[in-house]
């Protein structure tokens, strides 16, 4: 598939994310989609069941995507998810089969301040 229309999939997806639009944001996956938090050990299988763990999910959420690269089949997302007001890093690699999601792994990172040896050697972002 071409990149151009992956790419405008994966903005489309971020955004119906950010809007709560549980309905096109679960549009991406395949009916067999599998979903892996490797920090939780969770894994979820099916999109139904990927798209009702995000409904369920209580918290106030918003995504601000900073990158989106890829090409093919393998896409990698960097965001801001902000859940409550505390931010959180992610990285979403995404792996396409047919043109959508097969498979999607997401790792976590909270922030943290830099290490006083490097402070000198740093710019804030």
């Given at each position: 598939m071409d990149d151009r229309i992956m790419r405008?999939?994966?903005?489309r997806?971020?955004?119906?994310?950010d809007a709560n639009d549980f309905e096109a944001e679960h549009d991406i996956y395949r009916d067999d989609a599998v979903l892996d938090y490797p920090q939780s050990g969770e894994r979820i299988r099916g999109r139904r069941n990927i798209q009702e763990s995000r409904t369920v999910q209580p918290n106030q959420k918003h995504f601000t995507v900073r990158r989106i690269t890829g090409?093919?089949?393998?896409?990698?997302?960097?965001f801001v998810l902000t859940y409550d007001g505390i931010p959180s890093?992610?990285?979403?690699?995404?792996?396409?089969?047919?043109?959508m999601v097969a498979r999607e792994t997401q790792y976590f990172g909270g922030p943290f301040e830099p290490?006083?040896?490097r402070a000198h050697l740093v710019e804030r972002i």
């Open positions: 405008a999939a994966l903005e997806h971020w955004a119906a994310s090409s093919g089949e393998l896409w990698v997302s960097e890093y992610v990285v979403s690699i995404m792996e396409f089969r047919d043109g290490g006083p040896t």
